[in-house]
T-cell receptor, first 111, second 112 residues
Framework: DAGVTQSPTHLIKTRGQQVTLRCSPKSGHDTVSWYQQALGQGPQFIFQYYEEEERQRGNFPDRFSGHQFPNYSSELNVNALLLGDSALYLC??????????FGEGSRLTVL | GDSVTQMEGPVTLSEEAFLTINCTYTATGYPSLFWYVQYPGEGLQLLLKATKADDKGSNKGFEATYRKETTSFHLEKGSVQVSDSAVYFCALTGGATNKLIFGTGTLLAVQP
């Protein structure tokens, strides 16, 4: 049984560009959450998707947007990248409000 | 709002030493409490959890007890191994949501 898978694992962008990160949830899970983990910090909640709708959102600007597909996979999009967006982006899946299972993350570097 | 405070690292121990990593929380209502571990280059793994006061979570020799009176959830292990070297995060969820609020993490380095 595959766990949560994320792609790409590493990527480098320049300021002002746009990025899309992808996440496939654990089999049987219908809810996907995204977290940003800056270097040396704990993960910060970005948003959560359920039934293709954004159900909750953390304190992140509108440059951060997402999508959930009918197969429950999800994308995180960040527009107009800033240096401060450099971080490890973690995807977590769950069955509704159950336990979260995390992927290994996508490490984004903005130059 | 809800928050988690954990002791700053790094914590450096010799193999077989006793480990304590302190964690305190602020929350309205009755949160569930968690410890996650992050090995180098990897994502987060749930280590243990407790969902109500006086519950003790345990896994792989690690333990933590949910203390409502002191709003604490300290992580302990009686004898650490080199393989325990990682970053440990204390976290909580509150209300009717599974959104996690994390502390800043504590780096543990165990030397042979």
């Amino acid at each position: 049984d595959a766990g949560v898978t994320q792609s790409p694992t590493h990527l480098i962008k320049t300021r002002g560009q746009q990025v899309t990160l992808r996440c496939s949830p654990k089999s049987g899970h219908d809810t996907v959450s995204w977290y940003q983990q800056a270097l040396g910090q704990g993960p910060q909640f970005i948003f959560q998707y359920y039934e293709e709708e954004e159900r909750q959102r953390g304190n992140f600007p509108d440059r951060f947007s997402g999508h959930q597909f009918p197969n429950y996979s999800s994308e995180l999009n960040v527009n107009a990248l800033l240096l401060g967006d450099s971080a490890l982006y973690l995807c977590a899946s769950s069955l509704a409000e159950g336990e979260l299972f995390f992927g290994e993350g996508s490490r984004l570097t903005v130059l | 709002g809800d928050s988690v405070t954990q002791m700053e690292g790094p914590v450096t121990l010799s193999e077989e030493a006793f480990l304590t990593i302190n964690c305190t929380y602020t929350a309205t209502g009755y949160p569930s409490l968690f410890w996650y571990v992050q090995y180098p280059g990897e994502g987060l793994q749930l280590l243990l959890k407790a969902t109500k006061a006086d519950d003790k979570g345990s896994n792989k020799g690690f333990e933590a007890t949910y203390r409502k009176e002191t709003t604490s959830f300290h992580l302990e292990k009686g004898s650490v191994q080199v393989s325990d070297s990682a970053v440990y995060f204390c976290a909580l969820t509150g209300g009717a949501t599974n959104k996690l609020i994390f502390g800043t993490g504590t780096l543990l380095a165990v030397q042979p």
